[in-house]
């Protein structure tokens, strides 16, 4: 007798959970979609929308069924709502549902993600301090070329210090905002190198827009032309001369010859080394020679053979010049 009591009991109060389960409503994050009903068959009918979202029958397959997916709408606040709908042949069936608003961002998120990115500012300033020391010095900026190195050698600077610290900036504010707790990964802390190496270039350039810093290049020393000159330059290829080669300007053509300069190497265009060392077979090595539009030029260049025997020079023009125009020459001796 006991024993079937204590079974009525229990079961009594397995129904009393079950209609409690059933009874508690649905909870859906504000702005987010769930599913109601996973498959429901053709000819079911939402008879009641809810005030706070939206009931939508989404097509499955096979063809005839559908899913029944409920928008919540966004909000700041705790909302309820209530929807209807109906199956073939059967009664209408309601679902009460609690909309949760989404958490905005705390002030320690705001903090965590400040200081990160304020770590990459002081980190770049801190690099292109460090790495001013060799690009402004002498031997860095007249034999290699700057647009090239820098980058290079910034990047593995920045990602060696990126991997002393074991630091990725990345997963740093993923945690913050997302409030997880991810592990630095290689291509974080690359991507961390990155931002860093790049910082650095603009803070550099800040500083120098603001006056506080002088960019020591050659592109400085020999400014572009202004909209009314140009610009000549001449590259010596591989040929029959050795040695060095003299260029000589002349204007107007017949007049005497007046020494440009003298070219001591040979240039390689294609070679992956002219992209980083300055080439020694062009003349200038940056930039060009400034000559005035609308005037007449006559270029000659001489040299000697392995025999110091001299050659035929090699001439080009008379030539005019447009406004603004860089013109490079290649000469083969």
Request: glycine letters at 8%; proline letters at 8%; hydrophobic letters at 45%.
């Amino acid at each position: 007798m006991m024993i079937r009591w204590l079974a009525c009991v229990a079961f009594v109060l397995t129904c009393l959970s079950t209609v409690a389960m059933a009874a508690e409503p649905m909870k859906v994050n504000s702005g987010t979609t769930v599913t109601l009903v996973a498959s429901v068959p053709d000819g079911t009918k939402i008879t009641k929308q809810g005030a706070k979202g939206e009931v939508k029958l989404v097509p499955l397959v096979p063809v005839g069924t559908f899913r029944l997916d409920y928008t919540a709408s966004r909000t700041d606040t705790q909302l309820t709502d209530k929807v209807e709908y109906t199956l073939p042949a059967q009664q209408p069936t309601s679902v009460d549902i609690t909309i949760e608003p989404v958490a905005a961002f705390g002030p320690e998120v705001y903090e965590q993600a400040g200081k990160a990115v304020f770590l990459l500012f002081v980190l770049a300033v801190i690099l292109e301090s460090a790495l001013a020391l060799l690009f402004n010095w002498k031997p860095f900026v007249e034999n290699l070329v700057p647009r090239a190195v820098r980058p290079v050698i910034a990047f593995l600077a920045a990602i060696l210090l990126v991997n002393l610290l074991g630091m990725d900036v990345v997963a740093t504010l993923t945690n913050a905002l997302n409030q997880t707790k991810l592990a630095p990964t290689t291509l974080g802390m690359v991507l961390t190198a990155m931002v860093i190496a790049g910082g650095s270039s603009g803070v550099n350039n800040m500083l120098i827009a603001l006056g506080f810093r002088t960019q020591k290049t050659p592109e400085t020393v020999a400014p572009k032309p202004p909209p009314k000159k140009a610009w000549l330059a001449l590259r010596a290829l591989d040929g029959n001369s050795r040695g060095d080669l003299f260029v000589f300007l002349t204007s107007p053509p017949g007049g005497g010859n007046a020494l440009l300069g003298v070219i001591k190497g040979r240039s390689k265009p294609d070679s992956i080394r002219s992209w980083f060392v300055s080439d020694r077979g062009r003349l200038p090595n940056y930039g060009g020679h400034t000559v005035q539009p609308g005037q007449l030029y006559a270029i000659e260049v001489r040299g000697k053979d392995e025999n110091n025997i001299p050659l035929p020079p090699v001439t080009y023009g008379p030539l005019e010049f447009a406004e603004g125009a860089v013109v490079d020459i290649d000469v083969r001796l």
